[in-house]
């Protein structure tokens, strides 16, 4: 069975303030997927990114930065220089094999980041 | 950009009433599924879609509930009989191929009375 786990389960900085979104994940599979999507105060779930597990390789787009390190089966993802409008709840989420028709997400818990001016 | 649309925004209803949500995936996508979110928790899966058939559920995803896509657009989830525990924030998800992402909808909200 996958599962996710986001031990904070809420983050408060001042802006400009890096913050760093921890993520572990439990998973029998070989071949897996890890996904960050964000949900805005409006409810919505927004994409970010991607990883499969053959590319530990760390990824940077523009503030946001993710660590995959398979050793300690993480998934971190860190905000630099944090926004007021990066105030959301950050879902870390496990697909297994997604050549399966079913390949669901499994989320994590979430972690509420609060920016203050 | 195409996005996933959901209706209504939000529902309120009775128990042991039926209600149906309704979603439109992204136009050529082919796998689609329905989450909830009970309010302050996490995400949890109940069903994907793909080939006009289910092609796996979750426990949660109980004779009470049904998916269709009675149309190459709609993809609705019915509940037969609402319950108390049923209120929680529905999305809708779809994604182009197996190795893709998948997109959102924005969610329906139903309150169950």
């Known amino acids: 069975a996958q599962k996710v786990t986001q031990a904070q389960t809420e983050i408060s900085v001042v802006e400009k303030e890096d913050v760093t979104l921890d993520c572990v994940y439990e998973?029998?599979?070989?071949?897996?997927?890890l996904f960050w999507y964000k949900q805005p105060p409006s409810g919505e779930l927004v994409f970010l990114i991607r990883?499969?597990?053959?590319?530990?390789q760390n990824e940077i787009s523009g503030r946001y930065s993710w660590n995959f390190q398979k050793s300690t089966s993480s998934f971190n993802f860190t905000i630099t220089a944090s926004q007021v409008v990066d105030s959301a709840v950050y879902f870390c989420?496990?697909?297994?094999?997604?050549?399966?028709?079913?390949?669901?997400?499994?989320f994590g818990g979430g972690t509420r980041v609060l920016v203050k001016p | 950009e195409p996005e996933v649309t959901q209706t209504p925004s939000h529902q309120v209803t009775q128990m042991g009433q039926e209600v149906i949500l309704r979603c439109v995936p992204i136009?050529?996508?082919?796998?689609f599924y329905w989450y909830r979110q009970i309010l302050g928790q996490k995400v949890e899966f109940l069903v994907s879609?793909?080939?006009?058939?289910?092609?796996?559920k979750s426990e949660i995803f109980d004779d009470q509930f049904s998916v269709e896509r009675p149309d190459g657009s709609n993809f609705t989830l019915k509940i037969r009989s609402t319950k108390l525990e049923d209120s929680a924030m529905y999305f809708c998800?779809?994604?182009?191929?197996?190795?893709?992402?998948?997109?959102f909808g924005p969610g329906t909200r139903l309150t169950v009375l």
């Open positions: 998800a779809s994604k182009g191929g197996a190795y893709n992402e998948q997109f």
């Open positions: 998973t029998r599979d070989t071949t897996y997927y």
């Open positions: 990883r499969n597990s053959f590319d530990e």
């Open positions: 989420a496990l697909s297994e094999d997604l050549k399966a028709a079913g390949n669901k997400l499994t």
């Open positions: 136009s050529n996508h082919l796998y």
């Open positions: 879609f793909y080939n006009n058939e289910i092609s796996e």
